[in-house]
């Protein structure tokens, strides 16, 4: 065997640790890219979810089919701080008004899933049993406005003050590759109240 | 290695460049996807932010502190727009100041976007079609915008006069 086949032998083996190493990453990013699209892809759809269900519940803020039987919508949210809300609402319109509570689980509660940050949303109906499945909710802040539109700091003591309500969610993947969360972030302002007003 | 050795290794390694190619702009792809599908969630969530804050005012500056029975006693609708001294939208107090409304939104955690606002009376019949006198409806477009993203979103609301007598 001679040098220049010494030469081709060392070459050639080197070369393919190249390629080999190209082939390995390539198909480390592709399984990354798959798995944590496939996460992306959940979260905004929880994230959509999670935005509609506070929507159309909170859209129906001081609602009641029966105007009688809640004169005064002003009176709708009975508790405020920055990631809890107690409001009436005739949820069902049955014209009884109901209690509708939204409150952040803590984080040890989904302490089985990889991300160490999502958290429970529940949703609590009158005093039915809290209801909430895993989303990936890992903020949930309420900022409040009054009616001239400047913030009410909490604790709330009057939340009869409250006219608008600025909705603050982010959502990450419960699971990723090599920990590289993806998030998504909501923020809406919501009205409280519509009816309130006369034009 | 002879000629043919080395044609075939040149020929493989043009196969796999063009394969981590193709893998590379298929990922990058999906990502842009991806992201603009959360941009546009976002902008969303902006648009309705800015119909909410709207549909808190008054229909029409006239019908502020005073109801009106007769179209006329409406604001033109060339006149549809912010009144001197107001500025939308906190300042402002009906409905049809958000005409020419812009603002920039830079404090979110992903990407700057650009609102813009029109209003202009409509017939419900024909809600696409802007009327150029007054009518009981006005409507809303909203449109945002961001540099990072492909897309436009572009929300409309019809806002209808109505009064307890």
């Known amino acids: 065997m001679g040098f220049s086949t010494i030469m081709d032998i060392l070459g050639s083996m080197i070369i393919g640790g190249i390629l080999m190493m190209i082939t390995w990453r390539l198909s480390d990013a592709a399984t990354e890219k798959t798995y944590n699209n496939s996460g992306e892809l959940s979260l905004q759809q929880n994230l959509a979810t999670v935005a509609q269900i506070l929507e159309t519940d909170f859209r129906k803020i001081g609602y009641c089919s029966d105007w009688n039987n809640f004169p005064d919508p002003s009176k709708a949210v009975v508790f405020a701080d920055a990631s809890s809300i107690r409001y009436l609402t005739d949820i069902d319109s049955d014209t009884d008004m109901d209690s509708i509570h939204y409150y952040l689980g803590p984080t040890s509660e989904l302490s089985s899933t990889p991300n160490p940050r999502d958290r429970l949303l529940y949703r609590v109906v009158n005093n039915e049993p809290p209801l909430s499945s895993n989303m990936g909710v890992t903020q949930f802040k309420l900022v409040y406005f009054d009616a001239l539109g400047d913030t009410i700091a909490p604790p709330i003591t009057t939340p009869g003050l409250i006219t608008s309500i600025e909705i603050n969610i982010t959502v990450e993947s419960v699971a990723a590759y090599d920990e590289k969360y993806s998030s998504a972030f909501w923020r809406q302002i919501r009205l409280v109240a519509r009816n309130l007003r006369n034009r | ?165």
């Open chain 2, 1 to 165: 290695m002879n000629t043919g050795q080395s044609l075939l290794s040149i020929g493989a390694l043009f196969l796999l460049s063009l394969t981590v190619l193709r893998v590379n702009n298929s990922i990058l792809l999906t990502d842009s996807v991806m992201q603009d599908s959360k941009f546009g969630i976002l902008a969303t969530s902006l648009a309705t932010s800015l119909i909410e804050k709207a549909s808190k005012k008054a229909f029409d500056a006239n019908t502020y502190s005073n109801s009106v029975s007769a179209l006329n006693e409406l604001t033109s609708a060339g006149g549809l727009g912010p009144g001197s001294g107001e500025t939308a939208p906190d300042s402002c107090n009906d409905f049809d100041d958000f005409n020419g409304y812009t603002d920039s939104v830079t404090t979110l955690p992903s990407a700057n976007f650009y609102l813009e606002a029109k209003v202009c009376y409509v017939n419900p019949n024909t809600p696409d079609v802007k009327l150029n006198t007054q009518s009981w409806h006005k409507k809303m477009t909203v449109i945002v915008a961001s540099t990072s993203s492909q897309d436009t979103i572009r929300l409309s609301t019809i806002y209808s006069y109505w009064h307890f007598r």
